[in-house]
């Protein structure tokens, strides 16, 4: 379980997030997001609001962003909120960082199907590229979390990296999404199976069969 209090407060952390505007660009995101809910309501635009906070934050820092408690104020007062209601929000959900992350944030569910899976195997496998739970890497790529379900049993042991997730890994399998990550470049996300697309039954489909090449009437089988 991540640490999800607030970084301290400090001078240092004023003098550097004191300042936080949106840009106008995201600003125009947040316009956006707010204007979907009706007049009166527009503090419902709170989660959408501080994930592209965090997404500017990550920009400025070639991080996957986070949530210094100065950019959690410019939020609240954004939406005209006590700073507090706001906090709990983004205290409650792992999506929000609480804490600086490096330019890839690994978070590695350990939950029982990934578990049964092979995940020790790939907590392993971050480690021995630096990787510590919590911390941000010397080479400031990575920061690892270990997390609960992600919803991608199916095609367990899986890995979410920043906005991406990457399933059916092995330990070398995941290295090599980690090289092409570090290298620059964009490996495809989603299930590393060979053959696999999505979720559907590893070796080919067992049910429904009928369907795979052609919509097929099953009604008189009932
Ligand atoms: S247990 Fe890992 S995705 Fe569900």
């Known amino acids: 379980m991540a640490d999800r209090s607030p970084a301290p407060d400090s001078p240092e ?11 106008d660009a995201y600003r125009a995101k947040a316009d956006k997001a707010i204007a979907r809910y009706p007049e009166g309501r527009q503090r419902s635009a709170v989660m959408p609001l501080l994930d592209l906070a965090q997404r500017q934050v990550g920009e400025e820092t070639d991080t996957q962003g986070w949530l210094p408690l100065p950019v959690i104020e410019y939020v609240a007062d954004y939406l005209d909120m006590p700073v507090i209601r706001v906090l709990e929000v983004a205290t409650f959900y792992f999506m929000y960082n609480m804490q600086p992350v490096g330019k890839f944030h690994v978070q590695v569910c350990g939950t029982t199907p990934c578990m049964l899976r092979g995940s020790d195997a790939l907590f392993e496998t971050c480690k021995a590229r630096g990787m510590k739970k919590g911390h941000v890497s010397d080479d400031g790529l990575w920061t690892l979390t270990e997390v609960e379900c992600m919803g991608n049993c199916a095609t367990a042991p899986m890995v979410q990296i920043n906005d991406d997730n990457y399933e059916d890994l092995t330990s070398e399998r995941l290295d090599a999404v980690l090289d092409a990550l570090a290298a620059g470049e964009s490996p495809k996300p989603g299930t590393q199976e060979p053959g696999r697309h999505t979720s559907e039954p590893a070796g080919g489909p067992t049910t429904l069969t009928e369907m795979v090449d052609a919509n ?7």
């Open 216 to 222: 097929h009437d099953y009604r008189d089988s009932w």
């Open 13 to 23: 952390l004023r003098e550097r997030w004191g300042g936080f505007e949106f840009t």
